[in-house]
């Protein structure tokens, strides 16, 4: 159900090898997109990642449930189509279950396709006894009209069979039952994968399949193929555009109608806050520093950011939870191809949206070491969720048009990110990465109703809170830092002001100004900073007593010597520049090396540098 | 002779063998593309490249250069 606070962020990379064992260690394997993290996060009660394609999960977690006094500790692994790997992450869950390190090894299914995820359960029987077929998804193979008879499974397979769905929690708690029976009759003991043809384990898997599932009609199986023919047939490129437009008209019109409340309540609070503070007579230059400096920059990343999150979010988590990302690889993988680079990038693209740390761990699934890499490098060439809100304020602001004018420029901006991503991977493939296309295999899972309350709740809750959590956490001290430097005085100016002085020739050769360009330097560590304290450089010292309305953040600018070429470079740059100090983290543990992690902060930087000089030297020519 | 590639879609054939040894083989084995598996092809992507095919109940997109390698019966 979209990116969660653990998948992003400095987590997004941490390994899964510190598990807590309790009574019975329990290993969820199975193939790609059949449910193993729902089940996890059903069991466990934690937030793993989960959406409606194929490689979500490339770490793997830990996470335990007590069940009838007994401490179980569930391991999700990665999914894998066999046991004989071949990506880093099928080798990670390879490697778990022939360790032995679990006392019983449950292999989930998909109902709806059983026949293929026999295989991986064939596979698994070979090396290990103490086995649970769990077969989830039963809610939607009924609804398919796909009959299977449990009792037969089990007895072709002679292992148990329990039946799950593991969105409602259906059947959950006998397969807790078994794997509590399982750890107390069976003996534990691992033999080596036996040599046997995977022709054959092919073969035994689709008698078996035959044998036990009855299929009684095809109307669903037929309606996704309707929706196919639409979302990847010949205007397949223009759903896609218009899609974009829709969730950024409905990202821009929510936003618009909420922000000025919400930064008029915030702001009567500073006010009040100001007055205890005189009240309770504390040093003017602590209240100062406190109201003035941390607490106004906290307003303005909450006023500006919550809102277009809290909508943005939820949308894009619901087109996950559908199934249209694979669909999205499907159709921009000939692009992909002709860059010499792979389909499934659009997959990691789409996760760069929510985190570019994210989106950088989830190139595990790509095959390709080469093809990976070029995807880690160019992550950043798309905005993710700390630079969407700035992005947005900073359009609205300075286009106009009601909301769709705002929201077609938008959609035209990430638009040019993902045609700089197909540019600069098309780079790399010709110069630093120079090499063959290798292949691309993707499952596109069928398509599944969204749970959109849930959706929702989870969205809000676990993901835009956190972001903004995020935010503010680093924003106070941010706030902080910048109030002392904008007061701490050397001579007449600043230690600030002497900063973005010496920032001003290069950010006007830019189109810019020195404050922005110190801005996106002090940023590093956050994005969802660079806008509020570009407004601290340029507000500091004066005293803004009402909200923040977006009239009042267009007059500020203004005043600062904005104009629309300034507007559309802020925006390119804001596109293209360095990755956030996480990302780059993130990056350097992924690929273990500093030249590669070097050029991911180059590469953009470069782009955006060069794009904003080019559109100042336009425009004054032009002018 | 006909390719898995030349599957134009709702089209369906039947897999003879797999005409290359490399590990993208083992790939569409791990996957059941298996000779005697029976294929449908269900959608191609807006480019012509690559298509879907529908493969033991699910749907696995390959791109042409390797579903060409595919022999139908």
């Known amino acids: 159900m979209g990116l969660t606070k653990s998948s992003t962020g400095k987590n997004a990379c941490d390994r899964f090898l510190d598990i807590k064992t309790g009574d019975i260690t329990v290993a969820l394997m199975g193939n790609p997109n059949v449910g193993k993290s729902t089940l996890f996060n059903y069991l466990t009660g934690m937030r793993q990642h989960t959406g409606n394609w194929p490689g979500k999960t490339v770490t793997g977690a830990s996470g335990n449930c007590t069940y009838k006094n007994k401490e179980i500790t569930f391991v999700d692994l990665p999914g894998c189509y066999s046991l004989l790997s071949h990506s880093p992450e099928e080798e990670v869950a390879r490697d778990f279950v022939v360790s032995g390190e679990a006392d019983v090894t449950v292999v989930v299914c998909d109902a709806t396709a059983l026949e293929r995820n026999l295989i991986l359960v064939l596979q698994t029987q070979q090396i290990t006894k103490k086995l649970i077929v769990c077969v989830n998804l039963i809610d939607e193979a009924e609804k398919k009209g796909i009959k299977i008879d449990k009792e037969k499974l089990e007895k072709e397979l002679g292992a148990p069979v329990i039946t799950t769905a593991a969105r409602s929690g259906k059947g959950v708690n006998n397969l807790l039952d078994k794997i509590v029976k399982a750890k107390e009759t069976a003996e534990n003991e691992n033999t080596p994968l036996s040599g046997e043809e995977i022709e054959e384990t092919v073969n035994r898997a689709a008698q078996i399949a035959d044998a036990c599932v009855r299929f009684k009609n095809t109307n669903l199986i037929e309606r996704d193929r309707k929706i196919d023919k639409i979302l990847t047939g010949r205007p397949a490129y223009a759903v896609m555009l218009l899609m974009l437009l829709g969730i950024f008209w409905l990202t821009i019109a929510g936003a618009n109608s909420v922000s000025g409340a919400l930064s008029g309540a915030l702001f009567k609070t500073e006010e009040w806050l100001n007055l205890a503070l005189i009240q309770i007579n504390t040093p003017d230059f602590l209240r100062e520093l406190v109201v003035f400096g941390g607490y ?201 002001a002497c900063f973005c002085q010496s920032l001003e020739p290069l950010g006007n050769v830019m189109g810019l100004d020195g404050v922005i360009l110190a801005a996106f330097i002090l940023g590093f560590t956050a994005n969802e900073t660079v806008i509020p304290i570009m407004l601290m450089g340029y507000i500091s010292g004066t005293v803004l007593t009402d909200g923040v309305s977006l009239a009042q953040l267009r007059d500020v600018l203004v005043l600062n010597g904005w104009n629309i070429v300034t507007a559309v470079n802020m925006i390119v740059f804001f596109l293209f520049h360095w990755p956030c100090a996480t990302t780059m983290l993130t990056i350097y543990k992924e690929t273990k090396s500093a030249k590669w992690t070097a050029l991911s902060f180059a590469l953009p930087t470069v782009i955006g540098v060069f794009i904003c000089i080019a559109v100042n030297l336009l425009c004054n020519l032009l002018a | 002779m006909r390719r898995l590639s030349e599957l134009a879609v709702d089209e369906s054939g039947v897999i003879s063998y797999i005409d290359t040894k490399n590990r993208l083989r083992r790939r569409l084995y791990d996957l059941g593309l298996v000779p005697g598996t029976k294929v449908f092809c269900v959608a191609k992507s807006p480019l012509g490249d690559p298509k879907a095919f529908l493969v033991r109940g699910a749907v696995i997109s390959l791109r042409c250069e390797d579903s060409e390698d595919i022999i139908l019966e």
């Not at chain 1, 949206?353 to 595990?364: D, I, Q, S």
């Not at chain 1, 990110?417 to 993707?442: N, Q």
């Open chain 1, 296 to 496: 106004r920059m906290l307003v303005w990343v909450v006023s500006v950011m919550l809102p277009p999150m809290a909508i943005f979010f939820p949308l894009f988590t619901i087109l996950e939870d559908l199934g249209y990302l694979p669909r999205v690889a499907f159709n921009l993988d000939k692009c992909f191809k002709r860059c010499g680079a792979c389909g499934k990038q659009a997959l990691t693209m789409c996760m760069g949206f929510g985190c570019n740390a994210a989106g950088v761990v989830g190139a595990r699934i790509i095959d390709s070491p080469r093809e990976r890499l070029i995807a880690i490098i160019t992550n950043s060439l798309v905005p993710c969720n700390g630079r969407f809100p700035a992005l947005i304020s900073v359009i609205t602001v300075f286009i106009v048009g009601g909301v769709f004018m705002p929201s077609v420029v938008l959609t035209g901006a990430i638009t040019l990110g993902i045609v700089m991503t197909f540019l600069a991977s098309k780079f790399l493939s010709r110069t630093f990465l120079k090499g063959e296309t290798s292949s691309f295999v993707l499952e596109l899972p069928p398509y599944r109703r969204p749970q959109i309350g849930k959706v929702i709740v989870r969205s809000v809750f676990d993901r835009t809170l956190f972001v903004l959590g995020r935010a503010v956490a680093t924003a106070i001290p941010a706030g902080l830092l910048l109030w002392l430097l904008a007061n701490i005085n050397i001579g007449d100016t600043s230690l600030f």
